[in-house]
């Protein structure tokens, strides 16, 4: 079957079951990291300034799960995004979502190491690690879909393609931090600029693609 970039495929699924399993595990994982977090319990809450007391020796968990809460969102939105530009998906595309959907269902556990161990450089380096290869993982099913599967009418592979920069950006942003948490476990820090990495380091990462297309053309 002859799709719109001029790619050929065997067969051809309309995306919205995918899309919808991506929804349920996404929802799951963000679900989970509120389950995660410590409860207070019995003297813990027996006046205002014990649950005080208990609200901030907490504190690094509700860091923690306010990061990786926006992590997941960002893969969801731009899923959701991408559903919208695929008008068929072929089974490398679908196969392609298994790491990332894998990935995000791994991030509750090490968020939760995280929030325990703020100081701890396994910990740091183990939700970085994570994150980093969501997003990587995020990023390869765009490039799948965009060679593979049928797009929409009005969106290029090269459009596609492009909104992949932001999350390998991101990426290797959480892959640099995964090594510097072993020189300090406070490079964590670094993950609050996450959308301006996402949003310059997509664009640097789209040029330097384009350079080297006009080298090969």
Same mark, same amino acid.
């Given at each position: 079957?002859?799709?719109?970039?001029?790619?050929?495929?065997?067969?051809?699924?309309?995306?919205?079951?995918?899309?919808?399993?991506?929804?349920?595990?996404?929802?799951?994982?963000?679900?989970?990291?509120?389950?995660?977090?410590?409860?207070?319990?019995?003297?813990?809450?027996?006046?205002?300034?014990?649950?005080?007391?208990?609200?901030?020796?907490?504190?690094?968990?509700?860091?923690?799960?306010?990061?990786?809460?926006?992590?997941?969102?960002?893969?969801?939105?731009?899923?959701?995004?991408?559903?919208?530009?695929?008008?068929?998906?072929?089974?490398?595309?679908?196969?392609?979502?298994?790491?990332?959907?894998?990935?995000? *269902?791994?991030?509750?556990? !090490? @968020? =939760?190491?995280?929030?325990?161990?703020?100081?701890?450089?396994?910990? %740091?380096? $183990? /939700? #970085?690690?994570?994150?980093?290869?969501?997003?990587?993982?995020?990023?390869?099913?765009?490039?799948?879909?965009?060679?593979?599967?049928?797009?929409?009418?009005?969106?290029?592979?090269?459009?596609?393609?492009?909104?992949?920069?932001?999350?390998?950006?991101? *990426?290797?942003?959480?892959? !640099? @931090? =995964?090594?510097?948490?072993?020189?300090?476990?406070?490079?964590?820090? %670094?993950? $609050? /600029? #996450?959308?301006?990495?996402?949003?310059?380091?997509?664009?640097?990462?789209?040029?330097?693609?384009?350079?080297?297309?006009?080298?090969?053309?």
């Amino acid at each position: 079957m002859e799709t719109r970039n001029d790619t050929v495929i065997a067969d051809g699924w309309p995306p919205h079951r995918i899309g919808a399993f991506v929804d349920a595990v996404l929802a799951i994982a963000i679900t989970l990291l509120v389950i995660e977090l410590e409860r207070p319990k019995g003297e813990d809450a027996a006046d205002a300034r014990a649950l005080a007391e208990f609200l901030w020796h907490e504190r690094s968990s509700f860091v923690a799960l306010v990061l990786a809460f926006f992590l997941l969102w960002s893969v969801w939105r731009r899923h959701h995004v991408l559903i919208y530009q695929v008008e068929l998906v072929d089974r490398y595309t679908l196969a392609a979502h298994a790491p990332m959907l894998l990935f995000a *269902a791994v991030l509750p556990f !090490v @968020t =939760a190491l995280f929030g325990n161990a703020f100081g701890n450089s396994l910990a %740091v380096c $183990l /939700f #970085a690690g994570v994150a980093a290869a969501l997003f990587a993982s995020e990023a390869v099913v765009k490039e799948i879909a965009s060679r593979r599967s049928v797009l929409a009418e009005r969106v290029s592979p090269a459009a596609l393609r492009s909104n992949a920069g932001g999350s390998y950006a991101v *990426a290797t942003v959480f892959a !640099v @931090t =995964a090594v510097l948490a072993w020189l300090t476990p406070y490079v964590w820090v %670094v993950w $609050l /600029f #996450a959308p301006l990495v996402a949003t310059f380091g997509g664009r640097l990462i789209n040029r330097v693609r384009a350079v080297r297309q006009e080298g090969d053309d």
